[in-house]
């Protein structure tokens, strides 16, 4: 017989009862583990300290979070901000080797 006929004659009772019976199993497992104990904070800044800081050092306040174009503007400045940092190293590098080629000549 195939599965399908086997399955039209008792109206798919077998499957039925099979499943049944793997969610129950699944059920009484779940429910003879202890659950998960969450810590609950009364303050929002003692999630992370570290999370805290970050945000305490950017001028940021938790209570009032910044709008995304805040976000995206203050992202903007600090692009801009690296970018010269970076272009200034650049440029004392540079001049550092400039030095050394000129006191070689010299030398």
Do not use: W
């Not at 129950?24 to 303050?43: C, E, G, H, W």
């Amino acid at each position: 017989m195939k599965t399908g006929q086997i399955h039209s004659q008792d109206n798919n009772n077998g499957l039925t009862i099979l499943y049944s019976l793997r969610f129950d199993s699944t059920k009484s497992i779940a429910n003879r583990r202890p659950p998960t104990m969450r810590q609950t904070l009364v303050n929002p800044t003692m999630r992370n300290p570290r999370h805290a800081s970050v945000l305490q050092e950017n001028n940021i306040q938790y209570e009032q979070p910044l709008n995304p174009m805040q976000v995206a503007e203050i992202r903007a400045q600090r692009i801009q901000r690296e970018k010269k940092e970076n272009q200034t190293k650049v440029s004392c590098f540079k001049f550092a080797f400039m030095l050394q080629d000129i006191s070689e000549l010299l030398s």
